[in-house]
Protein backbone atom coordinates (compact mmCIF):
# COMPACT_ATOMS: atom_id res chain seq x y z
CA UNK A 1 0.00 0.00 0.00
CA UNK A 2 1.33 3.21 -1.02
CA UNK A 3 1.45 6.50 1.44
CA UNK A 4 -1.33 8.39 -0.92
CA UNK A 5 -3.39 5.50 -0.45
CA UNK A 6 -2.86 4.76 3.06
CA UNK A 7 -4.15 9.25 3.38
CA UNK A 8 -7.20 8.25 1.43
CA UNK A 9 -8.37 5.70 3.71
CA UNK A 10 -7.67 8.02 6.34
CA UNK A 11 -9.97 10.69 4.06
CA UNK A 12 -12.68 7.66 4.35
CA UNK A 13 -12.32 7.36 8.37
CA UNK A 14 -13.19 11.09 8.43
CA UNK A 15 -16.34 10.96 6.73
CA UNK A 16 -18.67 9.46 9.63
CA UNK A 17 -16.34 11.16 12.20
CA UNK A 18 -17.35 14.87 10.52
CA UNK A 19 -20.98 13.63 10.04
CA UNK A 20 -21.33 12.49 13.67
CA UNK A 21 -19.61 15.76 14.58
CA UNK A 22 -21.72 17.65 12.72
CA UNK A 23 -25.25 15.60 13.98
CA UNK A 24 -24.16 15.98 17.30
CA UNK A 25 -23.58 19.93 17.73
CA UNK A 26 -19.72 19.62 17.46
CA UNK A 27 -19.53 21.92 14.27
CA UNK A 28 -15.75 22.78 15.64
CA UNK A 29 -14.84 19.54 15.01
CA UNK A 30 -16.75 19.22 12.01
CA UNK A 31 -14.87 21.70 10.50
CA UNK A 32 -11.53 20.80 11.27
CA UNK A 33 -12.18 17.05 10.34
CA UNK A 34 -13.83 18.88 6.77
CA UNK A 35 -10.40 20.78 6.90
CA UNK A 36 -7.93 18.28 7.52
CA UNK A 37 -9.66 15.61 4.74
CA UNK A 38 -9.71 18.58 2.63
CA UNK A 39 -5.71 19.31 3.13
CA UNK A 40 -5.34 15.41 2.95
CA UNK A 41 -6.77 15.50 -0.75
CA UNK A 42 -3.89 17.53 -1.45
CA UNK A 43 -1.27 15.86 0.35
CA UNK A 44 -1.89 12.69 -1.49
CA UNK A 45 -2.11 13.71 -4.93
CA UNK A 46 1.07 15.68 -4.19
CA UNK A 47 3.02 12.67 -3.27
CA UNK A 48 1.90 10.74 -5.95
CA UNK A 49 2.82 12.57 -8.41
CA UNK A 50 6.42 13.65 -6.62
CA UNK A 51 7.22 10.75 -5.43
CA UNK A 52 5.96 8.65 -8.53
CA UNK A 53 3.74 6.48 -5.89
CA UNK A 54 0.47 7.13 -8.63
CA UNK A 55 -1.87 3.17 -8.22
CA UNK A 56 -4.80 2.07 -10.09
CA UNK A 57 -6.59 1.77 -6.68
CA UNK A 58 -5.51 5.19 -6.01
CA UNK A 59 -7.42 6.58 -8.81
CA UNK A 60 -10.56 5.02 -7.78
CA UNK A 61 -10.12 5.56 -4.14
CA UNK A 62 -9.60 9.19 -4.40
CA UNK A 63 -12.81 10.22 -5.85
CA UNK A 64 -14.80 8.06 -4.07
CA UNK A 65 -13.53 9.47 -1.24
CA UNK A 66 -13.89 13.34 -2.36
CA UNK A 67 -17.45 12.51 -3.42
CA UNK A 68 -18.30 10.56 -0.39
CA UNK A 69 -17.15 13.20 2.35
CA UNK A 70 -18.63 16.26 -0.12
CA UNK A 71 -22.03 14.46 -0.59
CA UNK A 72 -22.25 13.53 3.41
CA UNK A 73 -21.70 17.02 4.19
CA UNK A 74 -24.00 18.27 1.84
CA UNK A 75 -26.76 15.61 3.00
CA UNK A 76 -26.29 16.72 6.73
CA UNK A 77 -26.03 20.25 6.00
CA UNK A 78 -29.38 20.08 4.13
CA UNK A 79 -31.22 18.26 6.66
CA UNK A 80 -29.95 20.68 9.25
CA UNK A 81 -31.14 23.39 6.91
CA UNK A 82 -28.07 25.01 6.12
CA UNK A 83 -27.88 24.40 2.37
CA UNK A 84 -31.26 24.41 0.31
CA UNK A 85 -33.11 20.77 -0.43
CA UNK A 86 -32.85 21.61 -4.22
CA UNK A 87 -28.92 21.79 -4.64
CA UNK A 88 -28.60 18.73 -1.93
CA UNK A 89 -30.75 17.14 -4.61
CA UNK A 90 -28.65 18.37 -7.38
CA UNK A 91 -25.48 17.49 -6.21
CA UNK A 92 -26.29 14.10 -5.00
CA UNK A 93 -28.63 13.52 -8.04
CA UNK A 94 -25.15 14.73 -10.39
CA UNK A 95 -23.38 11.72 -8.26
CA UNK A 96 -26.29 9.11 -8.76
CA UNK A 97 -26.15 9.79 -12.59
CA UNK A 98 -22.24 9.65 -13.02
CA UNK A 99 -21.70 6.78 -10.48
CA UNK A 100 -24.88 4.76 -12.31
CA UNK A 101 -23.65 5.57 -16.33
CA UNK A 102 -19.82 4.52 -15.33
CA UNK A 103 -21.68 1.04 -13.76
CA UNK A 104 -23.98 0.70 -16.41
CA UNK A 105 -21.85 0.74 -19.15
CA UNK A 106 -19.15 -1.51 -17.39
CA UNK A 107 -22.11 -4.04 -16.66
CA UNK A 108 -23.19 -3.74 -20.75
CA UNK A 109 -19.56 -4.34 -21.59
CA UNK A 110 -18.48 -0.78 -22.51
CA UNK A 111 -16.41 0.85 -20.08
CA UNK A 112 -16.58 4.14 -20.27
CA UNK A 113 -12.65 5.94 -19.03
CA UNK A 114 -13.44 8.42 -16.49
CA UNK A 115 -11.57 11.74 -16.74
CA UNK A 116 -12.41 15.15 -15.04
CA UNK A 117 -13.96 17.49 -17.22
CA UNK A 118 -12.89 21.49 -16.26
CA UNK A 119 -17.05 21.95 -15.57
CA UNK A 120 -16.37 19.50 -13.24
CA UNK A 121 -13.55 20.58 -11.28
CA UNK A 122 -15.14 23.85 -11.54
CA UNK A 123 -18.26 21.89 -9.36
CA UNK A 124 -16.17 20.61 -7.11
CA UNK A 125 -14.29 23.75 -6.04
CA UNK A 126 -17.64 25.53 -5.67
CA UNK A 127 -18.82 22.61 -3.30
CA UNK A 128 -16.10 22.86 -1.66
CA UNK A 129 -15.88 26.04 -1.48
CA UNK A 130 -19.11 26.62 0.01
CA UNK A 131 -19.76 23.54 2.22
CA UNK A 132 -16.64 24.69 4.03
CA UNK A 133 -17.35 28.67 4.47
CA UNK A 134 -20.80 27.30 5.96
CA UNK A 135 -18.94 25.17 8.54
CA UNK A 136 -16.52 27.73 8.91
CA UNK A 137 -19.31 29.65 9.69
CA UNK A 138 -21.19 27.63 11.83
CA UNK A 139 -18.27 27.04 13.88
CA UNK A 140 -17.20 30.66 14.26
CA UNK A 141 -20.19 32.26 14.51
CA UNK A 142 -20.10 34.12 11.32
CA UNK A 143 -22.54 35.09 8.42
CA UNK A 144 -22.08 34.97 5.21
CA UNK A 145 -24.12 37.58 3.83
CA UNK A 146 -24.56 37.64 -0.12
CA UNK A 147 -21.46 35.36 -0.79
CA UNK A 148 -24.10 32.18 0.51
CA UNK A 149 -26.17 32.99 -2.31
CA UNK A 150 -23.65 33.74 -4.81
CA UNK A 151 -22.09 30.07 -4.14
CA UNK A 152 -25.41 28.46 -3.72
CA UNK A 153 -26.17 29.37 -7.21
CA UNK A 154 -22.87 29.16 -8.59
CA UNK A 155 -22.86 25.40 -7.63
CA UNK A 156 -26.13 24.54 -8.51
CA UNK A 157 -25.49 25.74 -12.00
CA UNK A 158 -22.23 23.65 -12.30
CA UNK A 159 -23.91 20.90 -10.33
CA UNK A 160 -26.10 20.51 -13.51
CA UNK A 161 -23.77 21.94 -16.18
CA UNK A 162 -21.18 19.18 -15.11
CA UNK A 163 -24.09 16.43 -15.27
CA UNK A 164 -25.10 17.62 -18.55
CA UNK A 165 -21.52 17.23 -19.71
CA UNK A 166 -20.87 13.94 -18.32
CA UNK A 167 -24.49 12.72 -19.63
CA UNK A 168 -23.65 13.81 -23.12
CA UNK A 169 -20.04 11.99 -22.91
CA UNK A 170 -21.91 8.79 -21.72
CA UNK A 171 -24.12 9.06 -24.43
CA UNK A 172 -22.16 9.57 -27.20
CA UNK A 173 -19.67 6.91 -25.57
CA UNK A 174 -22.90 4.67 -25.45
CA UNK A 175 -24.51 5.78 -28.61
CA UNK A 176 -22.32 3.20 -31.02
CA UNK A 177 -23.26 0.00 -28.74
CA UNK A 178 -25.77 -2.46 -29.91
CA UNK A 179 -26.65 -4.98 -27.14
CA UNK A 180 -24.73 -7.58 -29.09
CA UNK A 181 -21.69 -5.60 -27.57
CA UNK A 182 -21.09 -5.52 -31.09
CA UNK A 183 -20.19 -1.59 -32.19
CA UNK A 184 -22.48 0.15 -34.37
CA UNK A 185 -21.62 -0.63 -38.23
CA UNK A 186 -19.28 -3.74 -37.19
CA UNK A 187 -21.83 -6.71 -36.94
Known amino acids: MTIPNFITLVRFLLVPAVVFALLSGRVGWAFAGFVA ?9 FIARQFN ?10 PIADKLLLVSVFVVLGYMGHLPLWLVVAAVSRDG ?11 MG ?5 KPLLVSKANTLAQLLLASLVLAGL ?23 SGAA ?10 GYVDTGTPKGQG
Open 97 to 107: LIVGGVVLSAV
Open 37 to 45: AALSDGVDG
Open 110 to 114: NPVAM
Open 166 to 175: YLVGWIKHMG
Open 53 to 62: QRSDLGAYLD
Open 139 to 161: SLSFSLGIVYGILVYLSGLLTIA
